[in-house]
């Protein structure tokens, strides 16, 4: 199917010269003079190599027709990390190099849209936010401001992120899963 490169988004999947590759990025440039462009930063899926194009915006590219599908991930295994489908209870090996970076913030139970083409899944897009106990962090100075001095956390998978000086070691934070960052101290 046909759309504008403007409306790429990423975890796309498109076909590029009989190839399909998968979206990392995708980002729209608007001069004040000139053409319009999107930049398309993407993963060939048959052998994991990278590759950036550049189009106009209202230029068209073909998307993969693909499935999305949510999965519950129950465990790793090796290199991949299995899910199963909550309507059929099969089970699905994912590739580490599909999840990437993201693997840390997977957690058992968590219910993900997995992006299936012909049977593999090529894509994954976990839950925006995520909770996690912080593990390690400095302890409470008195009369520290809560203006804008954050300290580094690090949280029970490991991640290292920034925290307001208010919390402590052992508080359940909620963690944005695109870029680690924190949101809130955990309603739970």
Not at 5 to 26: F, H, M, P, T
Not at 64 to 89: K, S
Not at 100 to 112: H, N, S
Not at 157 to 179: E, W, Y
Request: hydrophobic share 35%.
């Amino acid at each position: 199917m046909k759309v504008i490169a403007s409306s790429v988004r990423k975890g796309n999947i498109l076909e590029v010269d009989g190839q399909l590759y998968v979206v990392l990025s995708a980002e729209s440039f608007f001069p004040g003079k000139g053409t319009p462009t999107t930049q398309i930063d993407m993963r060939r899926l048959s052998d994991g190599t990278k590759t950036s194009q550049r189009y106009k915006t209202t230029e068209q590219v073909e998307r993969a027709y693909v499935e999305d599908r949510e999965h519950t991930y129950l465990y790793q295994d090796g290199d991949n990390y299995i899910f199963m489908n909550p309507e059929t209870y099969d089970q699905l090996p994912v590739s580490g190099d599909v999840i990437g970076d993201q693997a840390v913030y997977l957690q058992e139970g968590m219910a993900c849209m997995l992006s299936i083409y012909e049977g593999n899944a090529v894509a994954i897009d976990l839950p925006q936010r995520v909770t996690l106990e912080v593990v390690e962090t400095e302890p409470t100075v008195k009369g520290q401001t809560a203006s804008s001095s954050y300290k580094p956390a690090i949280l029970s998978n490991g991640v290292r992120t920034m925290v307001p000086p208010h919390i402590g070691t052992g508080t359940r934070i909620v963690i944005m899963t695109a870029d680690g960052s924190y949101v809130e101290r955990a309603k739970d």
